[in-house]
C-alpha cells in the first residue's frame, strides 16, 4: 500500500487487515532475511555459526561487538564479511601502543593558505569501524571510542560532530594472558553489547577451510566469493523499527530484572550487570525471537543471549577466580538460582 514501509532484503509482505497480523508477517520476513545472511556469509565463513549469529544480533540490535580469540580464528574477515552484507563502508583501525586518539577521532588542522583550521576526519567517521586488537592500545586511546560508542558523536576541540548511520563498532582482540595487552576498563567494555568468543573452528569446518584455500579462496578478495548486499541503512532501519513490536511479558520483564539485581548481590561477583546490561539483554533477547520467527519473547531467547550480554559486564571475586570460576559459570550459576517465569 502507498506510503507502507517494505520489508527489508528484497521481501515483499502480503496485505493484512490487522497491524498485529501485519507485524507478525514482518517478522516472518525478518527470519528469512537471517538465514539469508547466514547463506552469504557462509560463503566465506567457516565454523562459526554461532558466532556468526551473535554478530547479526549485534547488528539488528543496534549495538557493539567485542570479538576475542586467539590470532587466525577469522575475527578481521567476520567484520569485512559483515560490511559487504549490509553495503556500508568500513574503515579499519589497528590499535598499537602509541596511537593516540587524535589518530581516531580525527583532529583540526591548520591551512597555511587559508589561514583557517579545517577538520581532518578520522576513521570512525564510517559505518563500520574495525578496532583491531583493540586491547593492545593503553587506555588513554581506547577511551576515544567511549562518546562514538555511546552518543554516536565526537567531540573534537569542543565541537560536536554527529557520525553515520548505522554505526556499529565491531572490535577484535586477544585473551589478556597474551603478551603486550591491556585490560579493557569498566566503562569501556559496558558499551559494548555482546562479547563474542571465537574459539577455533571443529575439524570437519578446518578440513573444509582447508579445501578452499586449495581451491583459490583469497580472503582479501572477498569480490571473487560473490557476496551478495542483502540491507543497505534504510532496511536496516526499518528492520530494527519493528524488532521493537517484538512483545515482551511483564513476567520477563521482572525476570530480567531480577537476573540483574541477583546479579550485583552475588557472593561470587565483586561487580553486577548494570542497568544498561539489563537493556541490552531485553534488546537481544527481542531479536534473538524475531530471527526465530515469532513477534514474542520466551524465557529461553533470554537464556540464550544472556552470557554474551553479562560476561564482560562482570567482574569476578578473587576467590571465585581461585577456584577456577569464570565470568560464564558464574552467570549460570545466577540463572540457575531464579525461578523460570511461566
Known amino acids: 500500500m502507498p506510503g507502507e514501509s517494505q520489508p527489508p532484503g528484497g521481501f515483499v509482505h502480503d496485505e493484512a487487515p490487522g497491524a498485529s497480523l501485519r507485524e507478525v508477517i514482518f517478522v516472518k520476513h525478518i527470519q528469512k532475511l537471517y538465514q539469508a545472511l547466514r547463506t552469504e556469509a557462509a560463503k566465506v565463513i567457516v565454523g562459526q555459526e554461532e558466532v556468526l549469529t551473535q554478530l547479526f544480533i549485534t547488528l539488528l540490535a543496534g549495538g557493539h561487538a567485542l570479538l576475542e580469540g586467539v590470532p587466525g580464528t577469522a575475527k578481521t574477515l567476520m567484520a569485512k564479511t559483515l560490511s559487504q552484507l549490509i553495503h556500508a563502508p568500513l574503515n579499519r583501525v589497528q590499535f598499537t601502543p602509541d596511537l593516540m586518539p587524535s589518530d581516531i577521532i580525527g583532529t583540526n588542522v591548520f591551512n597555511m593558505t587559508t589561514n583557517q583550521f579545517t577538520l581532518r576526519r578520522g576513521p570512525v567517521f564510517t559505518s563500520i569501524l574495525l578496532a583491531d586488537e583493540i586491547n593492545r592500545a593503553p587506555a588513554k586511546t581506547q577511551a576515544a571510542l567511549l562518546e562514538a560508542m555511546e552518543e554516536r558523536q565526537v567531540t573534537i576541540d569542543g565541537e560536536q560532530y554527529i557520525l ?179
Not at 530471527?291 to 554474551?308: C, H
Open 164 to 342: 553515520p548511520e548505522p554505526f556499529l563498532v565491531i572490535a577484535t582482540q586477544n585473551p589478556l594472558e597474551y603478551e603486550g595487552t591491556y585490560p579493557l576498563p569498566e566503562a569501556q567494555l559496558d558499551r559494548f553489547f555482546f562479547k563474542i568468543r571465537v574459539d577455533y573452528p571443529g575439524a570437519e569446518a578446518e578440513e573444509v577451510m582447508l579445501a578452499r584455500f586449495d581451491n583459490g579462496f583469497n580472503p582479501h578478495n572477498l569480490a571473487q566469493m560473490g557476496l551478495r548486499p542483502l540491507l543497505n541503512p534504510e532496511q536496516l532501519a526499518s528492520v530494527r523499527q519493528h524488532i521493537q513490536t517484538v512483545k515482551v511479558e511483564e513476567g520477563l520483564l521482572r525476570y530480567i530484572t531480577q537476573f540483574s539485581q541477583a546479579s550485583r548481590q552475588s557472593r561470587d561477583l565483586f561487580l553486577g550487570g548494570s542497568p544498561r546490561a539489563s537493556v541490552a539483554l531485553l534488546m537481544a533477547a527481542k531479536v534473538y525471537a524475531a530471527l526465530q520467527g515469532r513477534g514474542y519473547v520466551t524465557p529461553d531467547d533470554i537464556k540464550a543471549v544472556i552470557l554474551p550480554v553479562y560476561r564482560h559486564r562482570v567482574i569476578l571475586k578473587p576467590e571465585t577466580t581461585l577456584e577456577g570460576l569464570d565470568a560464564d559459570t558464574a552467570v549460570t550459576r545466577i540463572l540457575n538460582t531464579l525461578e523460570v517465569p511461566r
